[in-house]
């Protein structure tokens, strides 16, 4: 087969979503971020959503969502993102509105906002990449950074004497009635994406079925902040943070399944 | 005659956002304000106009919800009181910077930190300077009666969503308890969705159609250049507000040759101390700005070369009477402004002012 064989569109086994923008992403090679975009570009195209969805970026290193997806998009304060979503989907119901927040936006910043906008169960998607750390400003600790990691403000590392314990958010919300799916997925490798793309999917519908709040939590890698390759950053968090922050469904009111079981 | 009522402040602020085709509210109870929610709670207006009301988990939650319903082109408002208003400024500032119309009242009470729940002005500065970070500016309105919170909350957002800017209304806890006679205002319809997509789909985030780019709302510009070019679109529309939105009330001014400058319920109290002052054969005038930013400065202008000082009564430390200066400075004039304030939650007396004024301007 020659390359003209191979290009033609009948061969073609995968495509770039047309959502996707093609602005030159400021992530870092590695990151989470650029590929749960994509996730979220492709389930906006197949889905038929453009013209109904409105993303929130949060204050973060996803600050820049808007850059990435063709969608309407509004800029958050920190942390704020839960609110702003309320706000935008109490007054325009008929939309499809989903947050996107990094765990120092949603974990500590705006731990109220998220913690009440999944107990008055606002019809949105929140996407929570966990990377463990602030990735935004240079590394330091996260809520959600485990214990003995080594950050930027935990130098030797985290010490829950001194810094108290890494807050597991996803099982917080999962307990609440507002949320009718709540998962954990991550996104390091092809079946991981795939089944990270399964869960975001899930999310989607279940708000297009006004159930109330969906929460997809994505274990994340920053491998820049963690100060490893992409392949070590990889394979630190198969190994450190799996084990703390298992994945797999918390809630899934389909199945009526019992609320966490971490 | 029209739909006339005996009513709270408080409540006909509620009222009139129902009337005026409001399609939000979200607020968060303190005092001297709750009843604003407590009346929409009641009304229900969403079986009527379709209006929502939310009670927010903070005023924090509360501007931010409002900073996302107004990026979609709709009506809508928050009330607090000063702490709350405090807690609301960064995303006040936000949604300046964003460029997005909303409304945000302020029924104040007495400060520094919690304070007092008696009324107060001493948000003032806090208003008309911006009050969160950055350069940026409210439209600030200030009622003296009943009558001007019903008028005021349709008057704030036509002018926001001329200027696509944050609007307040700065009242205090007198008015807003107040009982007055109120002729409350006609139903206006809410905008459908189609109408909002054509008066602001140009920027607002209604969902993006293949007919136009996408809609972002952010106030985030990395690149100097563009963030100062922003910056100077921002003061080139307060600018315009100043040329063009400067709103006050005179009374007995014709003759006047001392002037008291008062906004709100000290503007009530300084009519009775005209009156009394003319008793006493001093010719006395009251001179009420209406519109806080942008200060009627003009008029001050006007009325400088013909008078022989100012008195500023405010219930605060001395705010407003800053700006009275410099409207006086920048007319090129040299005459006298003094400073009377009650604070703390004490409204002053009609004859306090008056003494005031003789104490300043007539002692020796
Ligand atoms: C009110 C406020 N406080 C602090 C900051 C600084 N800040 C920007 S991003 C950030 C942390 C973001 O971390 P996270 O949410 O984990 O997202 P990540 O960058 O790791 O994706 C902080 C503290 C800010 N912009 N606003």
């Not at chain 1, 602005?23 to 590929?35: D, E, L, R, S």
């Not at chain 2, 602020?13 to 009337?19: D, M, N």
């Not at chain 2, 968060?28 to 927010?56: C, D, H």
């Not at chain 2, 400075?329 to 306090?352: D, K, L, N, S």
């Amino acid at each position: 087969m020659d390359v003209k064989e191979i290009i033609k569109p009948e061969n073609q086994v995968y495509g770039k979503t047309e959502l996707l923008t093609d602005n030159v992403m400021h992530y870092c090679p590695g990151c989470t971020h650029g590929v749960v975009h994509k996730l979220m570009a492709e389930l906006i195209d197949e889905m038929g959503l453009q013209e109904k969805a409105i993303g929130v970026a949060p204050v973060g290193c996803a600050v820049f969502a808007y850059n990435y997806i063709d969608i309407d998009w509004q800029e958050a304060a920190h942390g704020r993102a839960p609110a702003v979503a309320t706000g935008i989907v109490r007054i325009n119901p008929e939309k499809f509105v989903f947050t996107y927040q990094g765990d120092g936006d949603l974990a500590s910043i705006g731990a109220a906002e998220i913690i009440h906008a999944c107990n008055r169960g606002e019809n949105i998607l929140v996407v929570f990449i966990n990377n463990g750390i602030y990735g935004m400003t240079g590394g330091q600790m996260a809520p959600t950074t485990i214990e003995r990691m080594v950050t930027s403000t935990t130098p030797c590392g985290r010490d829950t004497e001194l810094n108290g314990y890494p807050l597991k958010m996803t099982d917080l919300v999962a307990q609440l009635p507002g949320t009718s799916y709540v998962t954990r997925q991550s996104a390091q490798s092809a079946p991981a994406v795939r089944k990270c793309k399964r869960a975001l999917k899930k999310g989607i519908k279940n708000v297009l079925d006004k159930k109330g709040t969906s929460f997809v939590e994505v274990v994340s890698t920053c491998n820049s902040g963690w100060k490893m390759t992409p392949v070590k950053a990889n394979e630190w968090m198969e190994e450190n943070m799996f084990p703390f922050y298992p994945l797999g469904d918390m809630k899934d009111s389909e199945k009526d399944k019992p609320v966490s079981n971490n | 005659m029209g739909d006339l009522r005996l009513m709270k402040g408080n409540e006909v602020l509620a009222e009139a956002a129902i009337r005026c085709g409001c399609d939000g509210y979200f607020g968060y109870p303190i005092t001297p304000q709750s009843e604003v929610m407590e009346m929409l709670m009641f009304r229900e207006p969403w079986n009527e106009t379709g209006m929502k009301v939310l009670q927010a988990e903070s005023e924090v939650a509360a501007i931010n919800m409002l900073y996302g319903a107004a990026a979609t082109g709709k009506k809508v408002l928050t009330s607090s009181s000063s702490p709350g208003i405090s807690l609301m400024a960064e995303g006040i500032s936000y949604i300046a910077g964003a460029e997005l119309p909303c409304l945000v009242i302020n029924v104040q009470r007495g400060g520094p930190g919690l304070g007092t729940i008696q009324p107060s002005q001493a948000d003032y500065s806090q208003a008309v300077k911006g009050g969160g970070h950055g350069d940026y500016k409210m439209i600030v309105l200030a009622p003296s009666s009943v009558q001007e919170m019903n008028d005021f909350v349709d008057l704030a957002f036509e002018l926001a969503f001329k200027y696509r800017n944050p609007a307040m209304i700065l009242t205090d806890g007198a008015i807003g308890q107040m009982m007055e006679k109120v002729e409350l205002s006609d139903y206006k319809k809410r905008w459908t969705d189609e109408e909002v997509i054509e008066k602001w789909g140009s920027w607002a985030t209604t969902g993006k159609p293949s007919s136009r780019e996408r809609n972002v709302i952010t106030s985030l510009e990395l690149d100097s250049e563009k963030m100062e070019a922003n910056n100077q679109r921002f003061q080139k529309k307060y600018r315009q507000m100043e040329a063009e939105e400067q709103r006050y009330e005179t009374f007995q001014i014709e003759d006047a040759e001392y002037v008291l400058v008062a906004f709100g319920t000290s503007a009530r109290v300084c009519q009775k101390s005209v009156e009394i002052a003319r008793e006493k054969g001093l010719k006395v005038g009251l001179l009420r700005p209406i519109s806080l930013f942008p200060f009627p400065k003009n008029i001050i202008g006007e009325l400088a070369p013909k008078v022989k000082g100012f008195l500023s009564v405010e219930m605060n430390a001395g705010q407003m009477v800053e700006d009275i200066k410099l409207a006086v400075h920048e007319a090129g004039c040299t005459r006298r402004v003094e400073f009377f304030g009650r604070m703390g939650g004490i409204i002053p007396t009609p004859g306090e002012v008056v003494d005031a004024l003789e104490q300043n301007f007539l002692k020796e």
